[in-house]
């Protein structure tokens, strides 16, 4: 190793022997620098072999110099001479041969020259190591050949030989300069007396080459050179250096040349101002040569000088290096004049003198280094300050400038004392943040001055920080930290420590522990006790607060290794499955109790901290879920064993990341720009990143228009991947809700709150309408509708009045209000015609113009309306105005009509209605029953105008159907489907929900459109009910049937596996909780009771823990009885046991045998025990037996519930929107509770004719001659209402709004009229373009308005009665709606079997399933006086929507006897139109080769042609027994006959109809719909139905139920799609 040092760091070089050291594989150098600038070099040798031994030598370099060290390493081996190389020496100086040996031992080395044993003189020198020294070599002595010879053994010796050359080096005689003067001549010669030739000789000056030139030359010679100047200056000062130098050596010679120049100023002495006690500096320099000795001269005053003294330089005055007076502490007494004075003995001496005045800063004269306050007391810190007024005296804290008005905690006060400035800064109180340095700062214009205070608040000290070094089983080591002492010196300490279960009025204490110890033992512990302990600390101040309490408990040898095969998979967003195995079996120590997991976030920014999980042990293997995590984060998790003695180590951690999730929260800084008046600009910024919850994939952009009715635009959306977008297209000066949301690959995240933006105003659009009327002679009125685009604020309106034939160039213009949409034009001629147009005027400009109308003044004014027509929405409960504004002369008279399906009824003013004198009909507090077409009809003598309005009336929404989707232990996810929006569009959803047996509802908003939401947060195991309702613009709509869920969990249960009592004494009993399971909600308590057998009294003991309990003060040698429950959140688990404590020594104790004497004490109360026992057993059988059959019920209900939800799934129908045109075929509302659908017989229609309720049918009515504004032609039946024992009849109205807002249900409440009519039906005819007759339900609206027909669906409802108290008692239980329910499972299951679901187009639209009766179903009734059909509302709870085409007929022989209004009789043909479904194998058995039916798809077969097939040719007709339709086999013979009954439709010529067989009044049972009932009469297909009881199938094939049905005697009553 080498070490050197230097500046620069040197680099090192290594040699032997004199030669560079090769770098192989056997030598190797490196080199570093120690932190102190020490290089160090090391070489290293491998494998050393004899050629590595001699003379190492390590040379350090760097740009300054260089220095050597060499030693000599011998290596054995047979010596031998390395060859030398020759040796040049230079003559003067000292020269080292070396004798290159390698190899050891050896025994000596010599030098010879000329065969002389060297040395011979006192130059020559041998080292011990072989070296020679020449020193002060000489040429002629020293020069030739020397040998180095080496003795190797005692009598042989080698050698090698080595020759020295001497060279000498020149010598240059001395020279010095004269001295020398301004404009001298110089010459001065550099002469080389001896030295070997050749020699070169130069010139520097001051280290650089001079060169000829400039006044300087340079002659030299062989052995001389001279150096010459011709005129000497101040540039020529200097050192001058001559250089010889051969081959030995290069020498050198230098003198200084000196010019000698006179004194002159280079800065001059001026005025100046010093700062009392600053240094001031008086400014004088000079130059020359030789240098200007300088001279201070002080006269004080401020007068003129009397006489300069010397200045005495002393430590406050020197001069500086430049001549200028350095005065460090400027003092009062150095005012005065100054001379500066110069000379250097050239020429005469210069002076200079000026003026110092003395300025006093401002000088803090006296304040307190240190000071000491007390915590909570007034303090007071002074300072004193001098100077120059005026001063300022500023106080600061620290760093900090104190302000007593932000801080009213100081007050500063300060005076004048004289010539000094007192500043006083109070503390009221000092407080723990005072203990810093305080300064006062004293401030004028020529200075300030600082005192520092160091202010000490001394306070009791802090609680020192305890910790628990060691727990043993009666004793612990505890040691603490002490922080802040308050200031004050630790006088001592006191510890404190009690029984966790006691107060800290029992406490134990050890006090007045040394200051200067750190750690105690606390003794005489009671083992397997829980303790707290808290220790104070003293000061002289006073007592610190208690230490936090810690609690120490004793403990076993926990194990050893941790658990095995950790696993992690993620399973959702916020959870991760982990699974392990147990530890070795030799690691566990003990039986394995449970496991810690442990689990912390991996994520940037995440603490690090790990959470805490635990659970028991079931087995070798384990699994746990861990929930609630972040999304999309990654998770490190370690899981830990633990036995009753401790826990063990924790496995490795292992990571995994949960899955993608939506994002939690939206987009940030949302903002919108409207630009124009159709485009706006939406920006925004990404979401926190910690909320993404995934990989963001873009932007979602959701905007809709809001209207100035309260009606909302279509929503829409735009995708982007950028944070801006540009909305194009937008409608003009409209109000928009913009919401942007952020999605991930996991879906739409959560949306932003809604912004609102209005795009700008633009010009208007043409009015909507104009007309122009003349309204005499010489004036006409003209009117117009409002633009159906205003785009902006209406200003005014600009009429236009332009006469073609006048010669005017410029057409006439008038301006009106925005209010008023008419003008009467005056002063015109009469026969001429005028062109009319009106445009709107925003602030934008005025817009586009109306279209051009002609009109004339004429002598005669025909009625005519200047109002418009066309359509008015508006929310119910408000009042609306019809106007029906008109002109002519004379005054028309004005009517109202309103059409109602085939005619137009006449409106009656009453407090409903009213008519007002301009012809406005107002209409108050609409109902959705006031919609419909308003005719105003304006009268006079020269004619008649009519103007027909359209009013829509906006209800609440339906009810939404709710179900759940998905449970969890701490929720429950729910999806709904929404109802009938009301004509109005949906705003949002209220979800309400409570626990089961509470009626606390919690409400939630959702969005409009949510489909779905998750409730978060609830309890585990508990059962919820939920109700959710729809709002629009108009309100809240119905409530949703109440569902109830329960989320996942249940109550404790006690493993048998495990161990209860793990330890019994005399006296004590310890009883092991583990086996307690939770069931997956967590254990809140655990109650135990314990008593001894025989006594009444129990004992009660409570506990939170899971692991262990003890029992005692027990009784020794005596039996207990023990009974625990376990208690969550799902309810509570019972277990009982009975054990008995062991004898005083020991000893267990036989059971306890029953004494003689207490047998007839056990007798008597056995005797009275019995009856009572056997009385709750039966109340308990009775109740189970009752709750059985419920679950019964309800399992069947779910079930069905779940089939009806798989056929709902197959229809993708809106519910949001209204329906638009007819649909494809009849629906069939089925209503639970239980209902009935009844099809009087002749008795029931005469009553009703005779009541004058109803019109007959007959051919002559559906031949006759229609109203050409009327498409079809309708005739009603009515049926009155049978309330018998066995349940409610239906009822085909509702006092709830309608659902389409196109044709809404009239509604009345008038019970007379309700309790006659129950149910309507209606046969309607058609136009020749349809002249399918079909029979339809009561809730078809058929407008005559240009021959267009508005129907909302060909339809059967039927809902519950309520008409009478009767008829409210008779809801049905559950276990009806659940035969219904059974029913329908089996008629899709027997469906689907047959596969004629595929051909049958028969679905569930809509399912509302209730578990009881609705209490919200209600009635209403058919004003029949105005002819306004009545409309179901099918949305009812309990109710199931079927769509069928058409309804199937269930029995051939169930129609008989039924007489039904049937204009023609159908052909083989005819039947080709059937569904599959309706096509019978009987039918198909033999078909018609002649009559082939064509190839039709089963659902283009519209209820219309299966109408035709069904229709007769006669008007009425009897159904005689056996009777056989054409192209049908005959019925089965077990069929029987029913009773006729006949429907009689009397005509013009018609028979009277054959009087009724007499029947006993039959029981209700579900009727078929007339068209069902038609085909099944006529058609007569057996499809082998049964009838009667509710539990029938609705497609069951059996030919029973003919002979069944005419043992109830059912007569007419056929069983249809009605459901009983």
């Given at each position: 190793?080498?070490?050197?040092?230097?500046?620069?760091?040197?680099t090192?070089?290594?040699?032997?022997?004199?030669?560079?050291?090769?770098?192989?594989?056997?030598?190797?150098?490196?080199?570093?620098?120690?932190?102190?600038?020490?290089?160090?070099s090391?070489?290293?040798?491998?494998?050393p072999q004899i050629?590595?031994?001699?003379?190492?030598?390590?040379?350090?370099?760097?740009?300054?110099?260089?220095?050597?060290?060499?030693?000599?390493?011998n290596v054995?081996?047979p010596?031998?001479?390395?060859a030398m190389?020759?040796?040049?020496?230079?003559?003067g100086?000292?020269?080292?041969?070396n004798?290159?040996?390698?190899?050891y031992?050896?025994?000596s080395?010599k030098?010879?020259?000329?065969?002389l044993l060297?040395?011979?003189?006192?130059?020559?020198?041998?080292?011990?190591?072989?070296?020679?020294?020449l020193?002060?070599?000489?040429k002629?002595m020293d020069e030739?050949e020397?040998?180095?010879?080496?003795?190797?053994?005692?009598?042989?010796?080698?050698?090698?030989?080595?020759h020295?050359?001497?060279?000498?080096p020149?010598?240059?005689?001395?020279?010095?300069?004269?001295?020398?003067?301004?404009?001298?001549?110089l010459?001065?010669?550099c002469?080389?007396?001896?030295g070997?030739?050749?020699i070169?000789?130069?010139w520097?000056?001051?280290?650089?080459?001079?060169?000829?030139?400039?006044?300087?030359?340079?002659?030299?010679?062989?052995?001389?050179?001279?150096?010459?100047?011709?005129?000497v200056?101040?540039?020529?000062?200097?050192?001058?250096?001559?250089?010889?130098?051969?081959?030995a050596a290069?020498?050198?010679?230098?003198?200084?040349?000196?010019?000698?120049?006179?004194?002159?100023?280079?800065v001059?002495?001026?005025?100046?101002?010093?700062?009392?006690?600053?240094?001031?500096?008086?400014?004088?320099?000079?130059d020359g040569?030789?240098?200007?000795?300088v001279?201070?001269?002080?006269?004080?005053?401020?007068?003129?000088p009397?006489?300069?003294?010397?200045?005495?330089?002393?430590?406050?005055i020197?001069?500086?290096?430049?001549?200028?007076?350095?005065?460090?502490?400027?003092?009062?007494?150095?005012?005065?004049?100054?001379l500066?004075?110069?000379?250097?003995?050239?020429?005469t001496?210069?002076?200079k003198?000026?003026?110092?005045?003395?300025?006093?800063p401002?000088?803090?004269?006296?304040?307190?280094?240190?000071?000491?306050a007390?915590?909570?007391?007034?303090?007071e810190?002074n300072?004193?300050?001098?100077?120059?007024?005026?001063?300022?005296?500023?106080w600061?804290?620290?760093?900090?400038?104190?302000d007593?008005?932000?801080?009213?905690?100081?007050?500063?006060?300060?005076?004048?004392?004289?010539?000094?400035?007192i500043?006083t800064?109070?503390?009221?109180?000092?407080?723990?943040?005072?203990?810093v340095?305080?300064?006062?700062?004293?401030i004028?214009?020529?200075?300030?001055?600082?005192?520092?205070?160091?202010?000490?608040?001394?306070?009791?000290?802090?609680?020192?920080?305890?910790?628990?070094?060691?727990?043993?089983?009666?004793?612990?080591?505890?040691?603490?930290?002490?922080?802040f002492?308050?200031?004050?010196?630790?006088?001592?300490?006191?510890?404190?420590?009690?029984n966790?279960?006691?107060?800290?009025?029992?406490?134990?204490?050890?006090r007045?522990?040394?200051?200067?110890i750190?750690?105690?033992?606390?003794?005489?512990?009671?083992?397997?006790?829980v303790?707290?302990?808290r220790m104070?600390?003293?000061?002289?101040?006073?007592?610190?607060?208690?230490?936090?309490?810690l609690t120490?408990?004793t403990e076993?040898?926990?194990?050893?290794?941790?658990p095995?095969?950790?696993?992690?998979?993620?399973?959702?967003?916020?959870?991760?499955q982990?699974?392990?195995?147990a530890?070795?079996k030799?690691?566990?120590?003990?039986?394995?109790?449970?496991y810690?997991?442990?689990?912390?976030?991996?994520?940037?920014?995440?603490?690090?901290q790990?959470?805490?999980?635990?659970?028991?042990?079931?087995g070798?293997?384990?699994?746990?879920t861990l929930?609630?995590?972040?999304?999309?984060?990654?998770?490190?998790?370690?899981?830990?064993?633990f036995?009753?003695?401790?826990?063990?180590?924790?496995?490795?951690?292992?990571n995994?990341?949960?899955?993608?999730?939506?994002?939690?929260?939206p987009?940030?800084?949302?903002?919108a720009?409207?630009?124009?008046?159709d485009?706006?600009?939406?920006?925004?910024s990404?979401?926190?990143?910690?909320?993404?919850?995934?990989?963001?994939?873009g932007?979602?952009?959701?905007?809709w228009?809001?209207?100035?009715?309260g009606?909302?635009?279509?929503?829409?959306?735009?995708?982007?991947?950028?944070?801006?977008?540009?909305?194009?297209?937008?409608?003009?000066?409209?109000?928009?809700?913009?919401q942007?949301?952020?999605y991930t690959?996991?879906?739409?995240?959560?949306?932003?709150s809604?912004?609102?933006?209005?795009?700008?105003?633009?010009?208007p659009?043409?009015?909507?309408?104009?007309k122009?009327?003349?309204?005499?002679?010489?004036?006409?009125?003209?009117?117009?509708?409002?633009?159906?685009?205003p785009n902006?604020?209406?200003r005014?309106?600009?009429?236009?009045?332009?006469?073609?034939g006048?010669?005017q160039p410029?057409?006439?213009?008038?301006?009106?209000?925005p209010?008023?949409?008419?003008?009467?034009?005056?002063?015109?001629?009469?026969?001429?015609q005028?062109?009319?147009?009106?445009?709107?005027?925003?602030?934008?400009?005025?817009?586009?113009?109306s279209e051009?109308?002609t009109?004339?003044?004429?002598?005669?004014a025909?009625?005519?309306?200047?109002?418009?027509?066309?359509?008015?929405?508006?929310?119910?409960?408000k009042?609306v105005?019809?106007?029906?504004?008109s002109?002519?002369?004379?005054?028309?008279?004005?009517?109202?009509?309103?059409?109602?399906?085939?005619?137009a009824?006449?409106?009656t003013v009453?407090?409903?209605?009213?008519?007002?004198?301009?012809?406005?009909?107002?209409?108050?507090?609409?109902?959705?029953?006031?919609?419909?077409?308003?005719?105003c009809?304006?009268?006079?003598?020269?004619g008649?105008?009519t103007?027909?309005?359209?009013?829509?009336v906006q209800?609440?929404?339906?009810?939404?159907?709710?179900?759940?989707s998905?449970?969890?232990?701490?929720?429950?996810?729910?999806?709904?489907i929404?109802g009938?929006?009301?004509g109005?569009?949906?705003?949002?959803?209220?979800?309400?929900y409570?626990?089961?047996n509470?009626?606390?509802?919690k409400?939630?908003?959702?969005?409009?459109?949510?489909?779905?939401?998750?409730?978060e947060?609830l309890?585990?195991?508990?059962?919820y009910?939920?109700?959710?309702?729809?709002?629009?613009?108009?309100?809240?709509?119905?409530i949703?049937?109440?569902?109830?869920?329960?989320?996942?969990?249940?109550?404790?249960?006690?493993?048998?596996?495990?161990?209860?009592?793990t330890?019994?004494n005399?006296?004590?009993?310890?009883l092991?909780?583990?086996?307690?399971?939770?069931?997956?909600?967590?254990?809140?308590?655990?109650?135990l009771?314990?008593?001894?057998?025989?006594?009444?009294?129990?004992q009660?003991?409570?506990?939170?823990?899971?692991s262990?309990?003890?029992?005692?003060?027990?009784r020794?040698?005596?039996?207990?009885?023990?009974?625990?429950?376990?208690?969550?959140s799902?309810?509570?688990?019972?277990?009982?046991?009975?054990?008995a404590?062991?004898?005083?020594?020991?000893?267990t104790?036989?059971?306890?045998?029953?004494?003689?004497?207490?047998?007839?004490?056990?007798?008597?109360l056995?005797?009275?025990?019995?009856?009572?026992?056997?009385?709750?057993l039966?109340?308990?059988?009775?109740?189970?037996?009752?709750k059985?059959?419920?679950?019964?019920?309800?399992k069947?209900?779910r079930?069905?519930?779940s089939?009806?939800?798989?056929?709902?799934s197959?229809?993708n129908?809106?519910?949001?929107?209204?329906?638009?045109?007819?649909?494809?075929?009849?629906?069939?509302?089925?209503?639970?509770p239980?209902v009935?659908?009844?099809?009087e017989?002749?008795?029931?229609?005469?009553?009703?004719g005779?009541?004058?309720?109803t019109?007959?049918?007959?051919?002559t009515?559906?031949?006759?001659?229609?109203?050409?504004?009327?498409?079809?032609?309708?005739?009603?039946?009515h049926?009155?209402?049978?309330?018998?024992n066995?349940?409610?009849?239906?009822?085909?109205s509702?006092?709830?709004?309608?659902?389409?807002?196109?044709?809404?249900?009239?509604?009345?409440?008038?019970?007379?009229?309700?309790?006659?009519?129950?149910?309507?039906w209606?046969l309607?005819?058609?136009?020749?373009?349809?002249?399918a007759?079909?029979?339809?339900?009561?809730w078809?609206t058929?407008?005559?308005?240009h021959?267009?027909?508005?129907t909302?669906s060909?339809?059967?409802?039927?809902?519950?009665?309520?008409?009478?108290?009767?008829?409210?008692?008779?809801?049905v239980?559950?276990?009806?709606?659940?035969?219904?329910?059974?029913?329908?499972?089996?008629?899709?299951?027997?469906?689907?079997?047959?596969?004629?679901?595929?051909?049958?187009?028969?679905?569930?639209?809509?399912?509302?399933?209730?578990?009881?009766?609705s209490?919200?179903?209600?009635?209403?009734?058919?004003?029949?006086?105005?002819?306004m059909t009545?409309?179901?509302?099918?949305?009812?709870p309990?109710?199931?929507?079927?769509?069928?085409?058409?309804?199937?007929?269930q029995d051939?022989e169930?129609?008989?006897?039924?007489?039904?209004p049937?204009?023609?009789?159908a052909?083989?043909s005819?039947?080709c139109?059937?569904?599959?479904?309706?096509?019978s194998?009987?039918f198909?058995?033999?078909?018609?080769?002649?009559e082939?039916?064509?190839?039709?798809?089963?659902r283009?077969?519209?209820?219309?042609?299966l109408?035709?097939?069904?229709?007769?040719?006669a008007?009425h007709?009897?159904l005689?027994p056996?009777a056989?339709?054409?192209?049908?086999?005959?019925?089965?013979?077990?069929?029987?006959?029913l009773?006729?009954?006949?429907?009689?439709?009397?005509?013009?010529?018609?028979p009277?109809?054959?009087?009724?067989?007499?029947?006993?009044?039959?029981?209700?049972?579900?009727?078929?719909?007339?068209?069902?009932?038609?085909?099944?009469?006529?058609?007569r297909?057996?499809?082998?139905?049964?009838?009667g009881?509710?539990?029938?199938s609705?497609?069951?094939m059996?030919t029973?139920?003919?002979?069944?049905?005419?043992?109830?005697?059912?007569g007419?009553?056929?069983?249809?799609?009605?459901?009983?």
């Amino acid at each position: 190793m080498c070490a050197a040092k230097g500046a620069p760091p040197p680099t090192v070089t290594w040699a032997l022997d004199d030669e560079p050291i090769p770098r192989d594989s056997g030598h190797r150098s490196n080199q570093y620098t120690m932190s102190d600038g020490t290089t160090v070099s090391h070489m290293n040798v491998s494998s050393p072999q004899i050629k590595d031994g001699g003379v190492y030598r390590c040379t350090a370099r760097n740009s300054v110099g260089s220095a050597e060290y060499q030693a000599r390493i011998n290596v054995r081996g047979p010596p031998s001479i390395r060859a030398m190389k020759n040796i040049t020496a230079v003559a003067g100086r000292d020269t080292f041969i070396n004798c290159r040996v390698i190899g050891y031992p050896y025994y000596s080395i010599k030098w010879y020259k000329d065969s002389l044993l060297l040395p011979d003189n006192h130059r020559q020198v041998v080292f011990e190591n072989g070296t020679l020294k020449l020193m002060d070599v000489q040429k002629g002595m020293d020069e030739g050949e020397y040998l180095c010879s080496v003795l190797i053994q005692p009598q042989l010796s080698i050698s090698q030989s080595v020759h020295v050359t001497v060279k000498v080096p020149p010598l240059i005689q001395p020279f010095e300069f004269p001295p020398a003067s301004i404009g001298q001549l110089l010459y001065i010669p550099c002469v080389v007396s001896s030295g070997d030739m050749p020699i070169h000789i130069t010139w520097r000056k001051d280290g650089h080459v001079i060169l000829s030139g400039s006044g300087v030359t340079i002659e030299s010679k062989e052995f001389m050179s001279s150096l010459q100047i011709s005129s000497v200056s101040l540039k020529h000062n200097g050192n001058y250096t001559c250089i010889a130098s051969n081959d030995a050596a290069t020498v050198s010679r230098e003198r200084q040349l000196i010019v000698r120049v006179p004194p002159r100023f280079v800065v001059q002495p001026n005025n100046q101002d010093g700062i009392y006690g600053k240094a001031g500096v008086l400014n004088c320099s000079v130059d020359g040569y030789p240098p200007p000795k300088v001279m201070w001269k002080h006269a004080k005053g401020s007068g003129n000088p009397q006489q300069y003294h010397p200045i005495p330089l002393t430590g406050r005055i020197q001069i500086l290096p430049n001549s200028s007076l350095l005065i460090r502490h400027v003092l009062e007494e150095d005012i005065g004049y100054y001379l500066c004075q110069a000379s250097n003995g050239v020429g005469t001496d210069i002076s200079k003198s000026m003026f110092l005045t003395v300025k006093i800063p401002a000088m803090i004269t006296s304040h307190p280094n240190t000071t000491i306050a007390i915590k909570g007391q007034s303090k007071e810190l002074n300072c004193t300050a001098r100077g120059e007024r005026p001063i300022i005296i500023r106080w600061e804290k620290g760093d900090t400038v104190i302000d007593p008005d932000r801080n009213m905690r100081y007050a500063i006060a300060t005076k004048d004392n004289g010539d000094e400035v007192i500043s006083t800064l109070k503390l009221k109180p000092a407080d723990r943040g005072d203990s810093v340095f305080f300064s006062c700062h004293a401030i004028n214009s020529y200075g300030e001055d600082r005192g520092l205070i160091q202010l000490t608040v001394q306070e009791p000290p802090d609680p020192p920080e305890l910790e628990i070094r060691e727990v043993k089983a009666r004793s612990m080591n505890l040691r603490w930290t002490q922080r802040f002492d308050g200031n004050s010196i630790i006088t001592g300490f006191d510890i404190e420590y009690k029984n966790k279960s006691d107060s800290w009025d029992f406490k134990q204490s050890t006090r007045n522990i040394s200051p200067t110890i750190n750690q105690a033992n606390i003794v005489d512990l009671h083992p397997a006790s829980v303790y707290s302990i808290r220790m104070y600390s003293f000061n002289k101040i006073g007592r610190s607060e208690p230490s936090k309490e810690l609690t120490i408990s004793t403990e076993e040898a926990a194990p050893d290794g941790p658990p095995m095969d950790v696993t992690l998979q993620p399973i959702t967003s916020q959870s991760i499955q982990v699974t392990w195995k147990a530890p070795k079996k030799e690691l566990q120590n003990g039986v394995i109790r449970g496991y810690q997991i442990g689990y912390r976030e991996n994520s940037p920014g995440s603490n690090g901290q790990y959470s805490i999980v635990e659970m028991k042990a079931t087995g070798d293997s384990e699994v746990y879920t861990l929930d609630n995590l972040k999304k999309f984060a990654q998770y490190g998790v370690v899981v830990q064993a633990f036995n009753r003695a401790g826990t063990g180590p924790s496995s490795s951690e292992i990571n995994a990341t949960t899955l993608e999730d939506v994002p939690s929260q939206p987009p940030e800084n949302v903002r919108a720009i409207s630009i124009t008046s159709d485009v706006a600009v939406i920006s925004w910024s990404e979401p926190p990143r910690s909320t993404l919850n995934g990989v963001l994939k873009g932007y979602r952009v959701i905007f809709w228009s809001l209207y100035m009715d309260g009606e909302w635009g279509e929503m829409q959306n735009i995708t982007t991947t950028r944070e801006r977008v540009e909305l194009r297209g937008m409608e003009k000066f409209t109000n928009y809700s913009v919401q942007v949301l952020a999605y991930t690959q996991a879906g739409d995240g959560v949306r932003s709150s809604v912004l609102y933006i209005q795009t700008k105003e633009d010009i208007p659009g043409p009015p909507a309408g104009i007309k122009a009327v003349p309204s005499s002679a010489s004036s006409v009125v003209v009117s117009w509708l409002p633009p159906a685009k205003p785009n902006g604020i209406i200003r005014k309106y600009t009429i236009f009045c332009s006469s073609p034939g006048s010669g005017q160039p410029a057409p006439s213009e008038y301006e009106t209000s925005p209010d008023q949409l008419f003008y009467r034009i005056a002063h015109l001629n009469r026969g001429q015609q005028y062109l009319l147009w009106v445009a709107a005027v925003t602030s934008a400009g005025r817009g586009n113009i109306s279209e051009k109308v002609t009109i004339e003044p004429a002598g005669k004014a025909p009625a005519k309306i200047i109002s418009f027509g066309g359509t008015v929405t508006t929310p119910w409960m408000k009042d609306v105005r019809l106007p029906c504004n008109s002109v002519g002369e004379p005054v028309p008279a004005i009517k109202w009509t309103k059409d109602s399906e085939d005619s137009a009824i006449p409106v009656t003013v009453d407090g409903h209605r009213l008519i007002q004198a301009n012809g406005t009909l107002v209409l108050r507090s609409v109902k959705a029953e006031d919609s419909g077409y308003y005719t105003c009809t304006a009268t006079n003598t020269w004619g008649f105008d009519t103007i027909i309005i359209n009013l829509l009336v906006q209800v609440p929404p339906d009810q939404p159907r709710l179900t759940v989707s998905k449970t969890s232990a701490s929720s429950i996810t729910l999806a709904w489907i929404p109802g009938d929006n009301g004509g109005s569009s949906i705003r949002g959803f209220v979800l309400q929900y409570s626990v089961d047996n509470s009626e606390e509802w919690k409400d939630v908003f959702i969005s409009s459109s949510e489909r779905s939401f998750k409730l978060e947060s609830l309890k585990c195991g508990t059962w919820y009910k939920v109700k959710l309702a729809a709002k629009n613009s108009v309100g809240a709509g119905r409530i949703s049937e109440i569902i109830e869920a329960k989320t996942h969990g249940r109550e404790p249960s006690f493993s048998k596996d495990q161990h209860l009592f793990t330890h019994i004494n005399s006296t004590h009993a310890r009883l092991n909780l583990q086996g307690w399971s939770s069931g997956g909600c967590p254990i809140t308590a655990i109650v135990l009771e314990y008593r001894p057998k025989g006594n009444w009294v129990w004992q009660s003991l409570r506990t939170n823990s899971s692991s262990e309990v003890f029992l005692t003060e027990l009784r020794e040698a005596t039996w207990y009885e023990l009974r625990m429950k376990a208690c969550n959140s799902a309810g509570c688990g019972n277990e009982t046991a009975q054990f008995a404590t062991l004898d005083y020594d020991g000893s267990t104790i036989p059971p306890i045998k029953s004494a003689q004497g207490e047998g007839d004490d056990v007798k008597k109360l056995f005797t009275i025990a019995c009856p009572v026992i056997l009385a709750t057993l039966g109340v308990a059988l009775l109740f189970i037996i009752r709750k059985k059959r419920k679950e019964k019920r309800l399992k069947r209900l779910r079930d069905a519930k779940s089939l009806a939800e798989m056929l709902i799934s197959k229809n993708n129908r809106s519910f949001d929107t209204p329906v638009k045109g007819p649909p494809q075929g009849p629906r069939l509302h089925i209503d639970i509770p239980r209902v009935q659908l009844l099809i009087e017989d002749k008795e029931g229609i005469k009553q009703l004719g005779d009541d004058k309720a109803t019109i007959p049918v007959t051919d002559t009515e559906f031949s006759q001659a229609v109203n050409p504004q009327s498409f079809c032609t309708g005739v009603s039946l009515h049926h009155p209402a049978l309330i018998q024992n066995t349940g409610p009849l239906i009822d085909m109205s509702d006092i709830r709004p309608g659902t389409n807002p196109v044709s809404r249900k009239s509604v009345k409440s008038a019970h007379s009229t309700r309790n006659r009519y129950s149910s309507q039906w209606t046969l309607t005819k058609c136009q020749a373009s349809t002249p399918a007759r079909t029979l339809t339900s009561d809730w078809r609206t058929v407008g005559s308005q240009h021959g267009i027909t508005v129907t909302e669906s060909d339809s059967y409802s039927a809902s519950l009665s309520q008409d009478t108290d009767k008829g409210r008692n008779s809801m049905v239980s559950t276990e009806s709606a659940s035969s219904t329910y059974e029913e329908l499972a089996r008629a899709y299951e027997h469906a689907k079997l047959e596969e004629q679901l595929q051909h049958a187009k028969f679905e569930i639209t809509e399912c509302f399933i209730s578990d009881s009766s609705s209490d919200q179903m209600t009635t209403g009734t058919t004003d029949n006086a105005d002819s306004m059909t009545s409309m179901s509302t099918p949305s009812e709870p309990g109710i199931c929507r079927f769509t069928a085409s058409p309804p199937k007929p269930q029995d051939s022989e169930r129609g008989k006897g039924v007489a039904v209004p049937i204009p023609h009789r159908a052909s083989k043909s005819d039947y080709c139109n059937l569904p599959l479904y309706v096509k019978s194998e009987a039918f198909f058995r033999k078909p018609d080769a002649h009559e082939p039916c064509p190839v039709v798809p089963p659902r283009e077969a519209s209820i219309r042609n299966l109408a035709r097939a069904y229709h007769a040719q006669a008007r009425h007709m009897t159904l005689e027994p056996g009777a056989k339709p054409l192209g049908l086999p005959p019925p089965a013979s077990s069929a029987t006959t029913l009773p006729q009954r006949t429907l009689p439709m009397p005509g013009p010529a018609g028979p009277a109809p054959a009087p009724a067989a007499s029947a006993a009044p039959a029981p209700p049972v579900a009727a078929e719909p007339p068209v069902a009932a038609a085909a099944a009469a006529e058609a007569r297909v057996p499809t082998h139905s049964k009838v009667g009881g509710s539990r029938d199938s609705l497609l069951e094939m059996s030919t029973s139920g003919v002979g069944r049905s005419q043992k109830q005697g059912a007569g007419a009553y056929s069983k249809s799609y009605t459901l009983v």
